[in-house]
């Protein structure tokens, strides 16, 4: 395992992340709450550029809770068939749209809590959906997160959650932003295979251009 980060380093990372990324948003196009807790269920395991290519049809066919609730799961495994795990996924928005009409009254919670009692929504999903929508202090760590992290010391921890303590403990404040700009650092910078180490944003800081995944 690489290096911890130190105290001066952490601090430089917040600051360059900050710096660069404080206006950073998701890369999934969505139009509202519904169609946005939609596209983060899609895209675990998924590109974000796949999900976009997916959901304008999906959304066209079916706006609101209401009209997925009432869906024919055939027809909407049709629509995702070229997402990862479609059938379950499939299976899960459905369940999904129909709490969310008998419960919340085809209103999409605003509570992590709340979110994660719904079908096809863990503490990942909840948490990503209350940083984009509403700015939430939170952690969510996916396969970037957990890489970037590593590599620059902020955690050594095998799991997600245990990577997601780590770091909420070391950033404390402005979560949001630390998780938009690992992931988007992550996809385009500090990729898995073959970073692009000459356009790092804090070569001094970083451990290893090894790659980590979860345990």
Known sequence: MPKKATKKEIEIIKEEFIKTYSDAVTELNYKNDFELLIAIILSAQCTDKR??????????????PSHLAQANVKEVKALLNTCSFFNNKAKNIIKMSVSVEEEYA?????????????????????????????GANLMAVDTHVF?????????????????????VKKL?????????AMVLFGRYTCKAIKPECDKCLFPQVCKTTKSFKPS
Request: charged share 30%; aromatic share 6%.
């Open 106 to 134: 085809g209103e999409i919670p605003a509570d992590a809590k709340k979110l994660i009692k719904l079908a096809g929504v863990g503490q990942k999903t909840a948490n990503v959906f209350m940083i984009e929508r509403h």
């Open 51 to 64: 999900v976009n290519i997916i959901t304008p049809a999906l959304f066209e066919k079916y706006p609101t």
């Open 172 to 180: 404390k404040d402005d979560l949001h932003i630390f998780h938009q």
């Open 147 to 167: 890489r970037v992290s590593h590599r620059l010391g902020l955690s050594d921890a095998k799991t997600v959650e245990k990577t997601e303590e780590e770091l």
